[in-house]
């Protein structure tokens, strides 16, 4: 069974997200059975690279909210993500273009290094002080640490048209499939799961989606009946 999530690393319900859906996949008993594959979702798609400002001042132009509410706002969700085990700054953070963040992880993808690669940026960028904005020497130390080629990605950072159109590709197929915010699962392509739900939440999903998934049982009277296969058809011996 494929579980497809659509995601942005600039997104903080995107990171509690992730920690809610693997608590509920570590208990899953078919999680050998569940393939995870992970997609590209820009909350700014064409924001510059060079257009970086702090997440509270983001949130009091985008949203029109005074600073304490985005203040507030922020302290929920580092509570939020403290109840998961993560560490989360609340103070301090900046926000600014992932689309190099989502080339990579579509290079991550190919080595199979993507689940790491993701997480090392989701870590970085709610919880190091470090920026992960504009600074490619960032990225790219990142990318080494989980288990990237450090001049491959230099490659793909220094060529803006690498990867972009896999990026794009997912997003267009996010809007195919309606979703207009993230995170967004997706189970084998029948079930639709939005926003950071509460751990049970998705295990009913992946229960109820592997169970239309399961294989397909055979009812059988105990010796077979006469069929055509392959090699050609049974002839009746009677």
Partial sequence: MRVEIWSDIACPWCYVGKARFEKALRDFPHRDDVEVVHRSFELDPGRAKDDIQPVITMLTKKYGMSAAQAEAGEDNLGAQAAAEGLDYRT?????GSTFDMHRLLHLAKEQGRQEQLLDRLYRANFAEERSVFNDDERLVELAEAA???AEAVRAVLADP???ADEV???EREAAQLGANGVPFFVLDRKYGVSGAQPAEVFAQALTQAY??????????GGEGADA???DGCAVPQH
């Fill in 91 to 95: 103070r301090g953070r900046d926000h």
């Fill in 147 to 149: 288990g990237l080629d």
């Fill in 161 to 163: 048209d690498a990867y």
């Fill in 168 to 170: 794009r590709a997912d």
């Fill in 211 to 220: 169970g239309e998934h399961a294989p397909l049982k055979i009812v059988d």
């Fill in 228 to 230: 055509c296969g392959p």
